[in-house]
């Protein structure tokens, strides 16, 4: 049975289903108007502190969980780990976004588009086992960032964790509808409501994609374990019908296909990388899934690391099969294996491969549905959203309210808007949470509060500064003159020595307890560079649309997220020193 935990045992149990204004504003700030024109006359003060400010594994494992009222169940171990990997990740790219860009930007090409990105992916999953098995907390990327780099940058990141979870989520459910539509062997698009009056992107409507994404919410709000064990049935399913796809795929393979190899030149490869990298983001799941596994630092690693060492050679061998079956430019944007397989005489084939895309596709929400929810769970625990989100249901043992509210705000958006639309922004959200997530890593480990001298911190503020600004101008000027070669002579040399300085200058001031990425500096280093070398590579559409939504948040920071998790952080100090207090009382007064 889930605990309840931190409450007052005099105090009568709480009912889930409350609505009361101390559920979603309980902080001082929101009490009255006075209070609020006085929270925003101390806004940059507040804001200061914020800044200033760090968590700690402590809190972000423990003190935070009291938010939530019960306790999620720990009810997982590796196996169940290694199969939502499998769950979260296989499903969404590979079926989704592998047509569309082998056809607009890769070609053939496309399986070096995989490499690149996975090569990208597994140095962020190193990152991310390391703080998994450190700070078992279900908050993610966002706990690891309030810990190593303050509340305000993981705000950033939640907002960014936030926007990837929604727009995930309905560029999925949108082609789970286009799987469904080749299934029953129906012209594309004929499932959507065409809506005339509404601009293209917008305009062909998707009530399919809405049912999938509710069904999906439903089974992850019952139960962990059982939405655990429909994922190894249904991801059993899906393994068995990428192993015919490569097969089959091979044996009606024509190397012809393969040439031109490169139509779109080396950019056009990068480019594909980077919008493909979305195919890898599930893995980020399953480091907020540490709070209900039952022995992280053994669980963790094999679970992480092992699932997505073979996603990636999955991944590789079934974009290699699709582009020998056809030529880039016949390849279809919208399910391309079904139509490939078709185009081949293989007419009974786009039937088991949409099948199993649709099982792929399924098990991505599924899997999505839990990790997301507990994303959404603890960042409500640090009421940087309201605290209402962060409730624990005491039967089920699931965040009902965060699954609520991902599922409600993914649904609007898939109903109205098309795949191509949501992939660039996604990619872009992904990989500046991936950057901020390696260079906390570094943080962790060179930078120790009351131990690191304050020479050795600025060094290793100037280390990150050149690390990252060599990383965006390597980018940059891949951008601008991808055929040139003397900015790398600039850019390149500079992030080396500035690796190579860290590595020689600096001593880590804390060794990993259980696991860590090995190479420390290099293999975060080079993480911070590949990423922002891939977000590089997106269109300039998709960081006007980044711009946009960060614009957003920081509207939201200033009015509302600022003072609510001030409130929070000082009234855990003020209930900590009256503990103190009343521990050195009853130490002096004696038994």
Known sequence: MASTKGMDDCEPQKSYWRWSKQDFLPEESFQSWNNYVSALSQTWLRFKDRVQTRSDDATETHELKKQSENEMKKCLNWWDLIWFGFGAVIGAGIFVLTGQEAHNHAGAAIVLSYVASGISAMLSVFCYTEFAVEVPAAGGSFAYLRIELGDFVAFIAAGNILLECVLGSAAVSRSWTSYFTSLLNRPKDSLRIKAHHLKDGYNLLDPIAVGVLVISAMIAMISTRKTSLLNWIASAVNIGVIIFVIVAGFSHANTSNLTPFLPYGVKGVFQASAILYFAYGGFDSLATMAEETKNPPKDIPIGLIGSMSVITVIYCLMALSLSMMQKYTDIDTGAAFSVAFQKVGMNWAKYVVAFGALKGMTTVLLVGRLGQARYIAHIARSHMIPPWFALVHPKTGTPINATLLITISSACIAFFTSLDVLSSLISVSTLFVFVMISIALLVRRYYVRGVTTKENQLKLVVFLILIVASSMGISA???????????????????????????????????????????????????????????????????????????????????????????????????????????????????
């Open 477 to 591: 000027y891949w951008g601008l003159k991808p055929n040139g070669w003397i900015g790398y002579t600039v850019t390149v040399p500079v992030w080396f020595f500035s690796t190579l300085g860290m590595s020689y200058f600096l001593t880590q001031q804390r060794k990993p307890r259980f696991w860590g990425v090995p190479l420390v500096p290099w293999l975060p280093s080079l993480s911070i560079a590949t990423n922002i070398f891939l977000m590089g590579s997106l269109e300039y559409e998709a960081f006007i649309r980044f711009g946009i939504c960060t614009l957003i948040m920081l509207v939201y920071y200033v009015f509302f997220g600022l003072h609510s998790t001030y409130d929070m952080a000082h009234q855990q100090e003020k209930v900590q020193t009256i503990n103190v207090n009343h521990k050195e009382t009853a130490r002096i007064e004696g038994p």
